[in-house]
């Protein structure tokens, strides 16, 4: 029978990361090229960097910066043609090991002709109804 001692140090601990998160997942319809829907964040047990890559092809969202996930230039989200979107996103340490996760990116819908009233120096009362409003001064 033959033995063997060996050791193990606390930075010994190998795997993938094990939290794996994004800050927000709305964004408003409309939204310009490289506006924020949120930061990812993801922890490796070992202490090391996490670097993330959008899975698959995306023509909606790409990761800037390091960790945000941003829209790509040439995208329109459209809140009336989809309410939500998918992006799956891998997050990869130092050793090669990964986790992978896919987010629901909400759509907020936003007014599409919104209503500008313009006032006067008076006192001015603006009138709200259903259908539209008026500004009376």
């Known amino acids: 029978v033959r033995t063997r001692a060996f050791a193990l140090e606390p930075g010994d601990r190998s795997g993938p990361p094990d939290t794996f998160f994004m800050s927000d997942y709305r964004i408003a319809e409309g939204a310009v090229a490289g506006t924020e829907v949120g930061r990812l964040f993801a922890r490796d047990p070992d202490g090391g960097a996490v670097t993330f890559a ?12 390091g960790n945000r996930l941003v829209t790509r230039a040439g995208s329109y989200l459209d809140y009336e043609t989809s309410r939500s979107h998918t992006v799956t996103v891998r997050a990869t340490d130092a050793a090669g090991e990964s986790l992978t996760r896919t987010f629901v990116i909400y759509v907020d819908d936003v007014p599409d002709n919104p209503i500008s009233q313009t006032g006067t120096a008076g006192d001015d009362v603006l009138v709200a109804a259903p259908t539209g409003g008026a500004l009376y001064g």
Not at 58 to 63: A, D, G, K, V
């Open 54 to 65: 959008i899975m698959g092809q995306s023509t909606l969202f790409e990761i800037a910066d």
